[in-house]
């Protein structure tokens, strides 16, 4: 689906749509998956980008203007991934969960990139792959149990040693009664750009914001933030003074600053299990292992 408008209008120089404006475009679109849906037909969406489809047409020779184009792009399971089902929605309310659907799965695909480049395609890659997203998933989770009840923030950017690419990814953690809420897209795409980070030796920051609703510990009002400064692929708790000056830079490259924030230090993660694995800029494994930091 051409969700966006300017999509759309880069899409429909090439026909696609005919003579349709893009409410009437998308008018049809639900009159057509509603119907699909009550014959009992499982339907599988995607957001149709005007430049993603046009390299792809021009890698694999097609014309942008045939059908033909249209379906291989919408049916290559290379591009599909995990489906995204329809489920009798309304568009109103579909389309923003749609593109923010879609918008994991690109953070997901370009992380996912770094990281098999960081582990390697040597015979212990897959070995390096595991012990890394067994890390990220035990930090993941830790983070949910320190951060307590409520529905907090999780943000992250880092970038590599060497090609200096910045990775960002967010997802919103929710406890509700000591119990994890079922994770989503957003929560894969936040754990392979930490993994990237993790397995590349990047340096970055990950901020835990809590809930607003729930005081900091200590404090009659107001949200909390806690973080943890990620150096060498390796994290380590922040000092409130450094939670504090991540908080200001985040404001100057134009993220909201939480009005009353309580900056907190981070607390310990989980250990990294270094045997096996190499240190950042290593290709030879390094005996041993300890904490973070």
């Given at each position: 689906m051409a969700a966006a408008a300017a999509d759309f209008a880069g899409l429909a120089r090439y026909g696609l749509f005919g003579r349709l404006a893009h409410q009437e475009y998308l008018r049809r679109s639900e009159e057509q998956l509603r119907a699909?849906?009550?014959?009992?037909?499982?339907?599988?969406?995607?957001?149709?980008?005007?430049?993603?489809?046009?390299?792809?047409?021009t890698a694999l020779g097609l014309d942008p203007r045939t059908p033909a184009a249209r379906v291989a792009y919408a049916g290559d399971p290379e591009l599909a991934g995990e489906p995204f089902v329809?489920?009798?929605?309304?568009?109103?309310?579909?389309?923003?969960?749609?593109?923010?659907?879609?918008?994991?799965?690109?953070?997901?695909?370009?992380?996912?990139?770094?990281?098999?480049e960081a582990v390697g395609d040597?015979?212990?890659?897959?070995?390096?792959?595991?012990?890394?997203?067994?890390?990220v998933t035990s930090a993941y989770l830790a983070l949910a149990e320190g951060a307590g009840e409520g529905c907090h923030l999780l943000t992250l950017r880092c970038h590599g040693p060497e090609d200096g690419e910045q990775l960002s990814s967010a997802v919103e953690v929710c406890v509700e009664a000591g119990g994890l809420y079922p994770a989503g897209r957003d929560t894969?795409?936040?754990?392979?750009?930490?993994?990237?980070?993790?397995?590349?030796?990047?340096?970055?920051?990950?901020?835990?914001?809590?809930?607003?609703g729930v005081p900091a510990p200590?404090?009659?009002?107001?949200?909390?933030?806690?973080?943890?400064?990620l150096a060498g692929g390796r994290l380590r708790p922040m000092t409130v003074h450094e939670v504090f000056d991540e908080l200001a830079d985040?404001?100057?490259?134009?993220?909201?600053?939480?009005?009353?924030?309580?900056?907190?230090?981070?607390?310990p993660l989980p250990g990294f299990p270094l045997p096996g694995f190499p240190e950042p800029g290593s290709?030879?494994?390094?005996?041993?292992?300890?904490p973070l930091g």
């Open positions: 699909l849906h009550a014959q009992g037909l499982e339907v599988h969406l995607r957001v149709l980008e005007a430049g993603d489809y046009e390299d792809y047409c329809y489920a009798g929605e309304r568009l109103a309310e579909l389309l923003p969960v749609l593109l923010d659907d879609h918008r994991a799965r690109v953070r997901m695909s370009v992380a996912g990139v770094a990281l098999l040597d015979p212990d890659g897959q070995g390096r792959l595991a012990a890394v997203m067994g890390y894969e795409a936040f754990c392979v750009t930490l993994a990237a980070g993790v397995a590349g030796g990047g340096a970055g920051a990950l901020l835990l914001h809590g809930d607003p200590g404090a009659s009002d107001g949200p909390w933030a806690r973080g943890w400064a985040d404001a100057a490259r134009g993220l909201p600053f939480p009005p009353g924030v309580v900056p907190r230090p981070g607390f290709a030879a494994p390094r005996e041993g292992g300890g």
